[in-house]
T-cell receptor, first 115, second 113 residues
Framework: GDSVTQMEGPVTLSEEACLTI???????????LFWYVQYPGEGLQLLLK?????DKGSNKGFEATYRKETTSFHLEKGSVQVSDSAVYFC??????????????FGTGTLLAVQP | KAGVTQTPRYLIKTRGQQVTLSCSPI?????VSWYQQTPGQGLQFLFE???????NKGNFPGRFSGRQFSNSRSEMNVSTLELGDSALYLC????????????FGPGTRLTVT
């Protein structure tokens, strides 16, 4: 079945450092790909998305490119801030089984940014 | 526009009891999905509803059930609670069904003792 694998955390960075969180997926067909962020005590917020190969999603300085050839959707940011500290989830929404909003999530990566 | 609301935010129940959680989607949204989040299993899909019909169901026992009303509000019910049901239950809403952008509520934290 469909699945998402993302790098284990925690990832600890100093402010203004570069961030990469790796995410790879297995899916039939052509899924949509998402990054969600969860701040302490809150629900999930959509950070960015891409719906087809070579699409680049971007938001708040974060970017991710849908790479079909490597089945990857790595999250990047050039300069992190303390306020970026949160748990980041990579997710896919498959299209092989008809219309659905079902999301399959990775295990999440905790990012801690130190001042 | 108000976001997705979930009630209650926190709940403590005893093993064997049953519980009902409520989700009000964003106005105009017709699709509601439910997820369970635990430290051990992560985020797992429970079920999704569109126009009062269950369209998809995750791999959970029959103790977990749900429904959607004509105003798109949704409830999920867990009967005969077990300790392992302790989790954060998240609801998400979207305009349509089929890869549409989803908006999550803050969740209901259920603790089973």
């Amino acid at each position: 079945g469909d699945s998402v694998t993302q790098m284990e955390g925690p990832v600890t960075l100093s402010e203004e450092a570069c961030l990469t969180i790796n995410c790879t997926y297995t899916a039939t067909g052509y899924p949509s790909l998402f990054w969600y962020v969860q701040y302490p005590g809150e629900g999930l917020q959509l950070l960015l998305k891409a719906t087809k190969a070579d699409d680049k999603g971007s938001n708040k300085g974060f970017e991710a490119t849908y790479r079909k050839e490597t089945t990857s959707f790595h999250l990047e940011k050039g300069s992190v801030q303390v306020s970026d500290s949160a748990v980041y989830f990579c997710a896919l929404s498959g299209r092989g089984g008809g219309a659905t909003n079902k999301l399959i999530f990775g295990t999440g990566t905790l990012l801690a940014v130190q001042p | 526009k108000a976001g997705v609301t979930q009630t209650p935010r926190y709940l403590i129940k005893t093993r064997g009891q049953q519980v009902t959680l409520s989700c009000s989607p964003i106005s105009g949204h017709r699709s509601v999905s439910w997820y369970q989040q635990t430290p051990g299993q992560g985020l797992q899909f429970l079920f999704e509803y569109f126009s009062e019909t269950q369209r998809n169901k995750g791999n959970f026992p029959g103790r977990f059930s749900g429904r959607q009303f004509s105003n798109s509000r949704s409830e999920m019910n867990v009967s005969t609670l077990e300790l392992g049901d302790s989790a954060l239950y998240l609801c998400a809403s979207s305009l349509q069904i089929g890869g549409d952008e989803q908006y999550f509520g803050p969740g209901t934290r259920l603790t089973v003792t």
